[in-house]
C-alpha cells in the first residue's frame, strides 16, 4: 500500500523554525518528484513547494520562498520541509503528498501535520 | 493564494445531480494544463477523485465525472448521496511564476 507519513509538527514562536518530515512507503521513492501541501485553518489548500525524483531541484511558492527549504533523502525514503522565520501565517495543516508528472497531480496525499505559529 | 475560482456551496437533494465549476485563466486552465479534483472530507487529508480532466482512480465510483473547455473545468456529481458531502477542490498547473500549481477556492458539496 503507498503511504506517506508526516511527523515534526507543533506550536512555535514567531521566527522560530521547525523541521517536518514524510515517510514513505509502497512505492520507488526515488522515481517521484514529491511536494507539500497546505491548508490553514478553515481556509483552502496552497501549493508549498516541489522536489524533483531526479536533479532534486526544487520550487517555492513566493509566500514562502527564502524562508523554507525542500529536501529529500531517497536512502531513507523521506522527504522534510526546514521551516525558518516562521509567521503567524503560516499556521496550517502540512500535507506531504507524491507528485504524479511534473505539471500533474497529487496522489496520495498524507494525513497531515499541524503546525501552529503563535508566542 | 488561490487562483482558481469555485463557488463556495452547492446543495442537493439525495439522487439529485450537481456540477462544480472551476474557472481559471490563460496561465493554467487556459493554457491548456490539465485539471484534476479533490474530496476533503470533514477532518480528513485530501484525497483524488478525477485526474487529467476526466478520468477517475480506481475505487472512485462513476457517479462522479469531470470536463474541461476553454478557461473553466467542472465536476459533476450524479445520484447524489450522504457520504459526498464534503469539500472539493480543483487543481492545476500554473505558467506564472509566483506558484506552479494551483487550487481553487473550495465548494462545500450538502447533502438536504
Known amino acids: 500500500e503507498v503511504q506517506l507519513v508526516e511527523s515534526g509538527g507543533g506550536l512555535v514562536q514567531p521566527g522560530g523554525s521547525l523541521r517536518l518530515s514524510c515517510a514513505a512507503s509502497g512505492f520507488t521513492f526515488s522515481s517521484y518528484a514529491m511536494t507539500w501541501v497546505r491548508q490553514a485553518p478553515g481556509k483552502g489548500l496552497e501549493w508549498v513547494s516541489r522536489i524533483s525524483a531526479t536533479d532534486g531541484s526544487t520550487h517555492y511558492a513566493d509566500s514562502v520562498k527564502g524562508r523554507f527549504i525542500i529536501s529529500r533523502d531517497n536512502s531513507r525514503n523521506t522527504l522534510y520541509l526546514q521551516m525558518n522565520s516562521l509567521r503567524a501565517e503560516d499556521t496550517a495543516m502540512y500535507y506531504c503528498?507524491?507528485?504524479?508528472?511534473?505539471?500533474?497531480?497529487?496522489?496520495?496525499w498524507g494525513q497531515g501535520t499541524l503546525v501552529t505559529v503563535s508566542s | 493564494q488561490s487562483v482558481l475560482t469555485q463557488p463556495p456551496s452547492v446543495s442537493g437533494a439525495p439522487g439529485q445531480r450537481v456540477t462544480i465549476s472551476c474557472t481559471g485563466s490563460?496561465?493554467?486552465?487556459?493554457?491548456?494544463?490539465?485539471v484534476h479534483w479533490y474530496q476533503q472530507l470533514p477532518g480528513a487529508a485530501p484525497k483524488l477523485l478525477i485526474y487529467?480532466?476526466?478520468n477517475r482512480p480506481s475505487g472512485v465510483p462513476d457517479r462522479f465525472s469531470g470536463s474541461k473547455s476553454g478557461t473553466s473545468a467542472s465536476l459533476a456529481i450524479t445520484g447524489l448521496q450522504a457520504e459526498d458531502e464534503a469539500d472539493y477542490y480543483c487543481?492545476?498547473?500554473?505558467?506564472?511564476?509566483?506558484?506552479?500549481?494551483?487550487f481553487g477556492t473550495g465548494t462545500k458539496v450538502s447533502v438536504l
Open positions: 487529467g480532466n476526466n
Open positions: 490563460s496561465s493554467n486552465i487556459g493554457a491548456g494544463y490539465d
Open positions: 487543481q492545476s498547473y500554473d505558467s506564472s511564476l509566483s506558484a506552479l500549481y494551483v
Open positions: 503528498a507524491r507528485l504524479i508528472l511534473g505539471s500533474g497531480w497529487f496522489d496520495p
